[in-house]
């Protein structure tokens, strides 16, 4: 499906999604788990290629965290393998459509087939430019949270972008900024550990549609549901006259002053 693409003057999203729902998806079936989590990867790209014509800049995926480690062995391993066949088959291609791959998380207990995969795709796509694609692998937010934390002991005063440049992980890699849209597929209603700094004023939208079945139509269904809706950040709303719905609403009342701490 084509969407009408956004004008430049539109506020470029970040979409963040917590891609539940593949175990249920293949059982409700009678199929073992790890057939979930192939159809679960298999609907990413056509996601990707829709990113860009939706409004969306930054797509943050969770694929694996830092409690997942806890599953069946088997289960692990497969979803490893899943991930650097992932960036195998798609590093090429997001090379040419411009997507700048980049996988956040712990990194040091991750397989070394995998860790060579993720340095080669994100060296590969390092200036991809139309859309950031974000891979959350063996990631905890309270993780990066406490590890910022450490980071920055002894500091003097701390912003809360300094903050956000410190969860960076690995430290190297740009802020992730804040989460316009977090969406989480599967019936669920939680967080589970997942950008708890940079979700503090995200809209939430969740949806009983399992992963594998989520299509480009459900994430543009997101979207409009986004658009819908009036940002407020803590102020009043917007006059009658001024008032603007979704992402525009942020032109009223701005989210991001900073706050220092001494
Ligand atoms: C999400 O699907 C994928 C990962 C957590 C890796 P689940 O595997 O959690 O699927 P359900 O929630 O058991 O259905
Ligand atoms: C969250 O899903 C993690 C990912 C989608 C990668 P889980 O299925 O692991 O979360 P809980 O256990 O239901 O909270
Ligand atoms: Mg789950």
């Not at 942020?250 to 220092?260: H, I």
Request: proline share 5%; hydrophobic share 40%; charged share 25%.
């Amino acid at each position: 499906m084509r969407f009408k693409p956004r004008t430049a003057a539109t506020k470029p999203l970040h979409v963040a999604i917590i891609m539940d729902g593949n175990g249920r998806w293949a059982e409700a079936r009678g199929w073992p788990r790890i057939e979930g989590h192939r159809a679960g990867a298999a609907v990413v790209r056509p996601l990707v290629e829709a990113a860009p014509n939706l409004g969306i800049r930054t797509l943050t995926l969770f694929a694996f965290s830092s409690d997942n480690w806890k599953r069946p062995p088997s289960e692990v391993s497969a979803l490893m393998r899943l991930v650097r066949e992932f960036l195998d088959a798609e590093t090429s291609r997001c090379c040419k459509e411009g997507v700048r791959l980049s996988v956040l998380g712990l990194r040091t207990r991750l397989p070394g087939t995998l860790r060579r995969a993720i340095a080669s795709a994100e060296s590969a796509t390092a200036s991809g430019k139309v859309l950031n694609l974000n891979i959350a692998l063996d990631y905890s937010s309270r993780d990066a949270i406490l590890q910022a934390a450490m980071r920055l002991r002894g500091a003097a005063a701390i912003s809360r972008a300094d903050f956000s440049a410190a969860l960076s992980n690995p430290p190297s890699r740009r802020a992730t900024p804040d989460v316009d849209l977090l969406i989480r597929t599967g019936g669920e209603r939680r967080l589970s550990d997942f950008l708890l700094w940079e979700c503090a004023y995200a809209e939430l939208y969740f949806t009983d549609t399992m992963w594998p079945d989520l299509d480009a139509e459900d994430l543009n269904a997101a979207i409009e549901n986004y658009r819908s809706r009036e940002r407020r950040f803590g102020g009043t709303p917007p006059a009658i006259s001024d008032r603007v719905r979704g992402d525009a609403g942020l032109l009223a009342v701005s989210g991001n002053q900073d706050c220092w701490l001494h």
